[in-house]
């Protein structure tokens, strides 16, 4: 499928954005078998490798409305980034089975000041679930689930790519509602779009197609964290990302990069 006609810096006007939210998409992207993307890189759903327990939720679909990014601390707390437009601040994170709470929705990144009075204006269309402590997979927190692809871990000292770090032709990899896709980025710029409330000042494009509940997903790019899943655009679909850096710090979180986030774990209940 040959890339939109987008020109780097700005996304081109036309190109329409969706949320990545199930009830935003048509009833034709509800399934995604394994396939192969325009880079020939394989896509799927098979994993190889095991899963903890308690279940690293970075990369994975992690409650019933979104999918898991990265794990953060918030101070002393361990937290898991998401989507801001995902669930509201107080909200419950329930899992797939309907049933558990892996815990609570925090507050969206919303930036100090807002050049565009008419809308809501953050670095990063992002915010976190302070998860409850029996699904916190202490010894994995710099980990990140891929599903079919593996899991990543973030050394010591990763730092998120800021949209400056990030290019045209950049290889992007995503694991949201546990299917695994890749593709090449094509495009980045700021968004303001005239249906949406929000502005970002980065979003970019990759030439992966999106399918609902994508939202909240860790994005990597040339194995780095790149974004947060957020909108889609234009008729293939292809999946859009806000950079990480500007969201994180508005949200006063710390990427994890250690296997306990450089915090004590706690002793074993009864220890």
Request: charge should be negative.
């Amino acid at each position: 499928m040959a890339a939109p006609d987008v020109r780097p810096g700005k996304i081109r006007r036309g190109f329409v954005a969706r949320s990545v939210l199930g009830f935003a998409l048509v009833a034709g992207l509800l399934t995604a078998t394994a396939a192969s993307d325009p880079s020939g890189i394989v896509l799927g759903t098979s994993r190889t490798t095991p899963v903890y327990d308690p279940p690293v939720l970075a990369g994975q679909w992690a409650s019933a409305w979104c999918s898991g990014g990265v794990y953060a601390r918030h101070g002393t707390t361990v937290v898991l980034t998401g989507a801001g437009h995902c669930a509201r601040e107080g909200d419950q994170a329930i899992a797939l089975d309907g049933r558990t709470v892996l815990g609570v929705f925090g507050p969206p990144a919303r930036s100090a000041t807002c050049s565009h009075p008419d809308r809501e204006c953050a670095g990063s269309d992002l915010d976190y679930v302070i998860l409850a402590p029996d699904h916190i997979p202490w010894g994995h927190l710099n980990e990140v689930d891929m599903g079919a692809g593996g899991y990543r871990v973030l050394a010591v000292g990763t730092r998120a790519l800021a949209c400056e770090d990030i290019a045209v032709g950049d290889l992007a990899e995503f694991d949201g509602r546990n299917t695994f896709r890749a593709g090449r980025v094509i495009d980045k710029g700021e968004f303001l779009s005239p249906n949406d409330g929000m502005y970002f000042p980065c979003i970019v494009v990759a030439e992966i197609r999106g399918i609902p509940l994508d939202s909240g997903g860790i994005v990597l790019v040339n194995g780095m964290p790149g974004g947060v899943a957020s909108r889609e655009f234009g008729p293939e679909w292809y999946l859009g990302f806000t950079p990480l850096p500007l969201g994180l710090a508005e949200l006063g979180l710390e990427l994890c990069t250690m296997p306990d986030c450089g915090l004590e774990r706690p002793a074993p209940a009864g220890g």
